[in-house]
């Protein structure tokens, strides 16, 4: 009895187990047939996008075979009408070229022209009422009593009989002046009058000084010659190192060394265009610092700047074939260490580029120091090639009929010819006409370029 529930039991336990294994079975198959479907579904697609895909494909290889046949019908067609063009216009590509340039070229110098008058009334309405009040101000509060002073190079004597003294017996006093101060004496030029010949001012003024000592002291013979030169050669030493000591010290530039010091004195016996350099200095520095003021720079420095920009020129004579500027900056590295001061200094005549505000500042005031009325005097010669050359720039475009430098070379009148410039060529050229001024002329202050041109037709009523 116990081992038929035994076997029954065995029996259900098998069913159950034969139940749930097909059901599983069953779940499976639906699952596998599910996967089976979704797979075909993905394949047809595949199929479907493959097609979509080659029809593109050929789709895109038919539009670039007819591109590239449309190439070549523009090209042909390009051709055919470059020939046509050529039989009837008779013109070669070149000449065609040629053509298209010169019509170009008169486009954009109209172009060009309105671009220079916009710029002009851009920049004249923005600055120049600012920089007419500062410059204004600032010339208004460095009004000086500086006039131009002349160097002396004559000394006046009593009599025709000093001469006799001065050149001496078989003429030793004279070669001995001469020989230890290194200036030439000419003695028969005018009446009672001796002239002192010297590139060097201070060689210069020793010989005057020590000339007439002699003279009034009435020995002159090769021993007091020497003797008296030898003490005013001190003298003038102590001068000019007292000079430079009150020249720095006027400018407020107290930490100069002793060598520019002695080179600062020296500025008392040098002169520019008549214009003694140490009012052309001090006046300088007067400008710099209050345009420093105004313009928000460093007043010290302009002030140091302005005082040594000019220092080159007392070394002139002794270093050839460098202007006096230029000199000026290697003076600065040398002694002071400071290449934005050396190119403050240097930069002051415009062919060597500023560096910085202070040396823009530095160009200005001496522009307005030099250009102020009475400060300098000019020689005849160099006014009139001045003037020369500034005409000269002018007539030597295309289109000037005359030229003509007015207001002592202050401003030049340009005649263009009516019937060769256009409104359109006067703007350009009268643009380029000052801008070679500028970059090619040394002259104080500013050159003012006025362009006329006017178109006159007359008819005789008869």
Not at 237 to 260: F, H, M
Not at 340 to 365: F, M
Not at 450 to 457: F, M, Y
């Amino acid at each position: 009895m116990k081992a038929q529930n035994t076997i029954l039991e065995a029996e259900r336990e098998a069913d159950k187990i034969k139940t749930e294994a097909m059901k599983q079975t069953t779940e499976l198959k639906q699952t596998v047939l599910a996967e089976e479907k979704r797979l075909d579904e993905r394949e047809k697609k595949l199929v479907d996008r493959a097609k979509v895909l080659d029809e593109r494909f050929e789709s895109i290889e038919n539009k670039e075979k007819a591109v590239e046949q449309a190439k070549k019908d523009v090209k042909r067609r390009s051709e055919k009408i470059t020939e046509e063009l050529q039989k009837l216009a008779r013109l070669s590509p070149e000449e065609a070229k040629k053509l298209v340039m010169d019509r170009t070229e008169e486009e954009l110098k109209s172009y060009v022209a309105r671009k220079i008058r916009e710029a002009d009334f851009e920049i004249q309405s923005t600055s120049e009422k600012v920089s007419r009040e500062i410059l204004v101000d600032v010339m208004q509060k460095s009004a000086t009593d500086y006039v131009a002073e002349s160097t002396a190079t004559t000394i006046d004597i009593e009599n025709e009989e000093l001469k006799g003294k001065i050149i001496g017996k078989e003429g030793r006093n004279i070669r001995t002046f001469e020989r230890l101060t290194g200036v030439d004496i000419i003695v028969d030029e005018a009446p009672n009058q001796v002239t002192l010949s010297c590139f060097d001012p201070i060689r210069r003024e020793v010989a005057a000084l020590a000339l007439q000592k002699l003279l009034k002291d009435g020995r002159v013979h090769p021993g007091s010659i020497e003797e008296t030169i030898y003490g005013i050669k001190n003298e003038l030493s102590k001068e000019i190192k007292r000079t430079g000591e009150k020249l720095a010290y006027d400018s407020g530039c107290n930490d100069l060394p002793q060598e520019v010091i002695k080179l600062l004195g020296r500025f008392k016996y040098r002169f520019s265009y008549g214009q003694n350099l140490i009012k052309h200095s001090m006046e300088m520095v007067n400008l710099g610092g209050q345009l420093a003021s105004e313009l928000g720079a460093d007043v010290n420095f302009v002030k140091k700047a302005c005082l040594l920009h000019d220092i080159g020129k007392v070394l002139t004579h002794e270093i050839e074939g460098k202007p006096h500027h230029h000199i000026s900056g290697d003076v600065v590295r040398k002694y002071l260490k400071d290449e934005k001061l050396a190119n403050a200094v240097e930069s002051h005549h415009g062919d060597i580029d500023t560096t910085s505000l202070e040396a823009e500042i530095v160009k200005i005031a001496d522009a307005i120091s030099g250009a102020r009325p009475g400060a300098r005097k000019d020689s005849y010669e160099n006014y009139v090639k001045r003037v020369k050359g500034l005409e000269d720039i002018a007539k030597k475009y295309e289109g000037v009929e005359e030229a003509y430098a007015i207001h002592a070379g202050r401003e030049v009148r340009v005649i263009f010819k009516p019937s060769i410039a256009s409104d359109d060529d006067v703007v350009i050229t009268t643009h380029k006409i000052a801008k070679e001024i500028e970059e090619t002329q040394n002259y104080p202050g500013s050159v003012k370029v006025t362009a006329i041109r006017e178109l006159r037709v007359t008819e005789e009523a008869k």
